[in-house]
């Protein structure tokens, strides 16, 4: 009986470790932040099509599987767009809102993503794209931080970003190809 007691006493200190490990992963600096680039033989222009067309977008960016405007400034202009966005993760479907906060056209956009649904238990994430023109080609940055909410969101924050960035990542490869195939245009 000893045994079952010191087994199940070893299984809970084990949780306990791997649960104070992820807290403490999680409030390292620079958590939550990624950061992916690349180069796109397609001048600006063409590049920041993909970035702002609804279509276009979703054929580079995995798992997104719907882009709806929700609504638009009266003015007309670019800042302060809202979308709704559904994009499907690994069978997990993530419901989000965007906002436009900054357009310049063919040089930076920024946005502010929002999961939908509980505000206690989700994340949102501020994210800039950045284009640089040189010789024709486009150096592509994206800057995101993200912050979680909620207790298991902020646990799991270690495991989270690396697997987001990894998307991230193959995600931009998936840009380059897609603008690269593309006829060069002025």
Same mark, same amino acid.
């Given at each position: 009986? +000893?045994?079952?007691?010191?087994?199940? !006493? @070893?299984?809970?200190?084990? $949780?306990?470790?791997?649960?104070?490990? $992820?807290?403490?992963?999680? $409030?390292?600096?620079?958590?939550?932040?990624?950061? !992916?680039?690349?180069?796109?033989?397609?001048?600006?222009?063409?590049?920041?099509?993909?970035?702002?067309?609804?279509?276009?977008?979703? +054929?580079?960016?995995?798992?997104?599987?719907?882009?709806?405007?929700?609504?638009?400034?009266?003015?007309?202009?670019?800042?302060?767009?809202?979308?709704?966005?559904?994009? =499907? *993760? +690994? %069978?997990?479907?993530?419901?989000?809102?965007?906002?436009? !906060? #900054?357009? /310049?056209?063919?040089?930076?956009?920024?946005?502010?993503?929002?999961?939908? @649904? &509980?505000?206690? %238990?989700?994340?949102? /994430?501020?994210?800039? *794209? =950045?284009? =640089?023109?040189?010789?024709?080609? !486009?150096?592509?940055?994206?800057?995101?931080?993200? #912050? *979680?909410? @909620?207790?298991?969101?902020?646990?799991?924050?270690?495991?989270?970003?690396?697997?987001? %960035?990894? +998307?991230?990542? /193959? &995600?931009?490869?998936?840009?380059?190809?897609?603008?690269?195939?593309?006829?060069?245009? %002025?």
């Amino acid at each position: 009986m +000893k045994w079952i007691l010191r087994i199940l !006493t @070893g299984l809970v200190a084990l $949780l306990v470790l791997a649960v104070a490990g $992820l807290w403490l992963a999680g $409030l390292r600096p620079g958590n939550g932040h990624m950061v !992916t680039e690349v180069v796109i033989d397609r001048p600006a222009a063409q590049v920041f099509r993909w970035l702002t067309e609804d279509e276009r977008v979703k +054929k580079w960016i995995s798992g997104l599987e719907e882009v709806r405007p929700l609504s638009a400034p009266a003015d007309g202009s670019e800042v302060g767009k809202k979308f709704h966005m559904v994009e =499907t *993760y +690994k %069978n997990e479907r993530v419901e989000m809102e965007m906002v436009v !906060t #900054k357009f /310049e056209k063919d040089r930076a956009l920024s946005i502010l993503v929002s999961s939908a @649904g &509980d505000p206690n %238990n989700g994340f949102s /994430e501020t994210g800039d *794209y =950045t284009l =640089t023109e040189q010789d024709g080609k !486009t150096h592509l940055r994206f800057d995101v931080q993200a #912050k *979680y909410f @909620g207790f298991l969101p902020r646990l799991f924050e270690p495991l989270i970003t690396p697997e987001a %960035n990894a +998307k991230l990542q /193959e &995600d931009f490869h998936r840009l380059k190809g897609l603008a690269e195939a593309e006829p060069k245009t %002025n």
